[in-house]
Every structure is written in structure tokens, then in C-alpha cells.
């Protein structure tokens, strides 16, 4: 196999679309209703996301049946693409647009389809992603939170850990045993139910991380109940369905835009002659965004003409989350050397949360060890 990443031209849809976001993103500015933070997509803000289901941001590619708009991927990105650069805090609903609606799509019920998408796309139902857990990280296979058949569904027990907006979100999609394990057969006997986290049984505990904020948090399942209804697919097949919501989780372009609006800021604090040394260092890593851009476009072409790329998606998100993490120091390194890089104490303090956030981007959503991994299986290396 070889790795195709074409060069995409956006439709005249998309431009129409990003003129639409950028004055919604105007608005919201004026109005006062965010201040640009990086990594906008982990910030929750049930008000921010309301207002941007009521502009018809969220769920665009969704049949309009289940209140989406039928739009392309590429139109869909220029929006991602756009409130992630403006810095706008979109956490509440991201992961139900990104991958939790989507996988309820093409794998749910017309039941769970009917109480879970429609309130995703007005930005009032969040949803959360039920992989890891306390023993169960990079090898996800190894999960041990199980579901047992009863009457009209299957009972829960169990614990999830590192729950992005776990505590604050309505419905998660969890990776549960449903048969006893089989060293031989790994991946069998797994099923991905949606759970309604208001559910009696559940229990939530926020997480403080290392800049302080409660992102995550410890989910426990005590003979939780879930319908029918809620199952995934088949029964047995979870680990087919699981890592085809991975490739939706790692292709998008916040695995490269987190430090955006600090560079954004960087910019705007400078002083007015930068010095070569800050205009070299500037340069170097807009013409990498440029380059990893080209490659989140190509990447959502090939998902809108019904393509994997889940390998290409790997390789993104290991180069994004690379200089998404390499930006914050470099731009440390000047603040501390180069009297002629951006002093002032609102840059300084985002640069000085920036570069505590990003230690976690090489973890979440997969290490680039793992992701090394299967780059190097989908080309047949390994
Ligand atoms: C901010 C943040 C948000 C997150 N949100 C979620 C969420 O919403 N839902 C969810 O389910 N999880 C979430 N996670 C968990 C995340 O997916 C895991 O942290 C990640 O998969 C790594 O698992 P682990 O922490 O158990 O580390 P481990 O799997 O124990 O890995 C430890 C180290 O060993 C390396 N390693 C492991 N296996 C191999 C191997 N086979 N070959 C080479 N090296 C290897 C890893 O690369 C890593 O460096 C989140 C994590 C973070 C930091």
C-alpha cells in the first residue's frame, strides 16, 4: 500500500461556508462570548455550543432527516478549520460531531438515532468517548468493563478512565467485553454500546490535569442498564467499529491547530522589526501548518468519496501533534533569548499555558509510538 495524499481544490460550497463562520466568529467576538484560547476543542461551553447549533455548525453532513444539512466533508472542514483557528471553545459538542454522531449513523438504530442526533445538532446533547481504561490505554483490546445480557438489553459493569468531558457530557460510546476473553482471539467479543451517563449505576469524578483544569474524568459502571436499542452494530463486533471511529477521531485538523491562536497572538504582540531569528522561526512553522493542512484537506476528500484513511490519518496526527508541541517551545526558547520576540503579558501567559497543555497532545487520541505502529502495518511493513 501507498500513502495518497491528493491535492484537493475547496468547491465554491466551502468558500461560501467559511465566509458564514468567519462573521458568526466576528459576532461572538464582539459580543464578548469567548476569549481565543489554544486548544478551543477541549474547552466545554454548553452556551458557545448552543449558539453554534442555532447557526448550523454542528452535524452538517448528517442526512437532514436527523436534522443535518447533507453538506460535504470539505464544507464541514472549512468550519472545524475555522472556529479552531479563531481559538472558539467548541469542546461541549466536538466529539459528537466528530465522531460519536457519525458513528451512531452508520452503525445505530433508528431509536437511538432519533434520541441522540437531532439534540447533538442544536448543540444541547455532548457526548463522550468510552475507550481507556485504568489497565487499558494504548492496548485497548485488553479492556475489561463488561456488559452481561438480561431482559431487553445487556447490563454494564465496569470503570473508564481519562473521559474527555465525561462528567459534563449526556451519552457515551463505550468499548465493553461481551464474551470472556481469548488470548488467541483478542480483538473478538467486544461490542460498543451508547450509554446514557445520567443512567442510575453511573458514577462521575472530574480530573484536574496539570494546568489545573477539570478536562477528564473516572466513570464507573455499577449494573448500569442499556436497551437493546443502544447496542452498535452487531454484538461481538465492537473492535471493527471502534477502530473505525479512530479514524475519525485522529483525521481532523484540531491534531494540528491547538497552537494556532498562540501564534495568532505571537503575531499580534510582537514588537514592529522582528529580528531574523524570530521572522526564521515564525516561518518555519507556518510553512508546516501550510504543509499538514494540504494533508487534513486531501484526508477529508477521501472521507467524503467514501475512502479509509485511517493510515493516512495516523501519519497527520503524529506530524501535527509533533509541531503542536515543538510550536510552544521554540517560541519559549525566543521569549527567553530574543529581546525582539513578543513580550507582553497577555502572549506570555497564554504561551505559559500553552506549553503545560501540550504535554498531553501526544497522548490523547492515540501515542506516537502506537500511531508508528500502524503507519507502518497499513504500509505493509510490519
Ligand atoms: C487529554 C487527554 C484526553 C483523553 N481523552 C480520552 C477520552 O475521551 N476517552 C478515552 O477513552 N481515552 C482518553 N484519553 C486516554 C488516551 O487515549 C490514553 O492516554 C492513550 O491511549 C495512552 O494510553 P495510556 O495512558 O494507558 O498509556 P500506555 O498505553 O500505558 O502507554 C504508556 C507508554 O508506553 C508506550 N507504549 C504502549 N504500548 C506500546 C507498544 N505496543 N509499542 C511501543 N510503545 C508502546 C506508549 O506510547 C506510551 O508512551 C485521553 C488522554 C489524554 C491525555
Keep these: ?45 454548553r452556551e458557545f455550543s448552543r449558539s453554534c447549533g442555532q447557526a448550523g455548525f454542528i452535524g452538517l453532513t448528517w442526512p437532514c432527516e436527523w436534522g443535518g444539512q447533507a453538506r460535504s466533508t470539505l464544507e464541514r472542514y472549512v468550519v472545524v478549520e475555522e472556529l479552531l483557528a479563531a481559538g472558539a471553545p467548541v469542546g461541549a459538542h466536538w466529539i459528537a460531531d466528530r465522531q460519536s454522531g457519525p458513528q451512531i449513523l452508520r452503525h445505530g438504530s433508528d431509536a437511538l438515532k432519533a434520541a441522540v442526533l437531532p439534540g447533538i445538532v442544536r448543540g444541547e446533547l455532548f457526548c463522550a468517548i468510552g475507550m481507556s481504561e485504568p489497565d487499558s490505554g494504548s492496548d485497548l483490546a485488553s479492556v475489561r468493563s ?55 449505576g453511573v458514577t462521575r469524578r472530574a480530573i484536574r490535569n496539570i494546568s489545573g483544569r477539570e478536562d ?36 481532523g485538523p484540531e491534531r494540528f491547530l491547538s497552537v494556532f491562536p498562540l501564534l495568532v497572538e505571537c503575531l499580534r504582540a510582537r514588537p514592529k522589526a522582528d529580528s531574523p531569528l524570530v521572522q ?11 504543509a499538514l493542512r494540504r494533508m487534513a484537506i486531501s484526508i477529508a476528500a477521501k472521507l467524503d468519496a467514501g475512502g479509509d484513511p485511517a493510515t493516512e490519518a495516523a501519519l497527520m496526527k503524529d506530524l501535527g501533534n509533533a509541531l503542536e508541541r515543538e510550536i510552544p517551545e521554540r517560541l519559549r526558547s525566543l521569549a527567553l533569548t530574543d529581546p525582539a520576540s513578543a513580550q507582553t503579558a497577555p502572549y506570555r501567559a497564554l504561551l505559559a499555558h500553552t506549553i503545560v497543555d501540550a504535554t498531553s497532545y501526544t497522548l490523547r487520541g492515540g501515542t506516537p509510538e502506537v500511531l508508528r505502529g500502524m503507519i507502518a502495518r497499513g504500509l505493509g511493513l510490519r
Design 216 to 251: 477528564f474524568s473516572e466513570i464507573t459502571f455499577d449494573d448500569v442498564f442499556v436497551p437493546d436499542t443502544h447496542v452498535l452494530g452487531q454484538v461481538g463486533d465492537g473492535w471493527k467499529l471502534v477502530t473505525g471511529e479512530l479514524a475519525y477521531e485522529r483525521s
Design 1 to 45: 500500500m501507498s500513502l495518497a495524499f491528493e491535492a484537493v481544490v475547496l468547491p465554491p460550497a466551502a468558500h461560501e461556508m467559511r465566509k458564514r463562520v468567519r462573521s458568526f466568529l466576528r459576532e461572538q467576538l464582539a459580543a464578548g462570548a469567548f476569549v481565543p484560547r489554544c486548544s478551543g476543542w477541549t474547552i466545554f461551553d
Design 146 to 200: 463488561r456488559g452481561e445480557r438480561v431482559d431487553n438489553g445487556w447490563r454494564i459493569n465496569g470503570r473508564k478512565i481519562w473521559t474527555s468531558s465525561g462528567h459534563l457530557a449526556d451519552v457515551m460510546i463505550g468499548l465493553f467485553r461481551t464474551d470472556p476473553a481469548d488470548p488467541k482471539r483478542r480483538h473478538a467479543g467486544l461490542t460498543q454500546f451508547a450509554i446514557d451517563l445520567h443512567s442510575p
Design 280 to 290: 526564521a522561526e515564525l516561518g518555519r512553522s507556518v510553512a508546516h501548518l501550510a
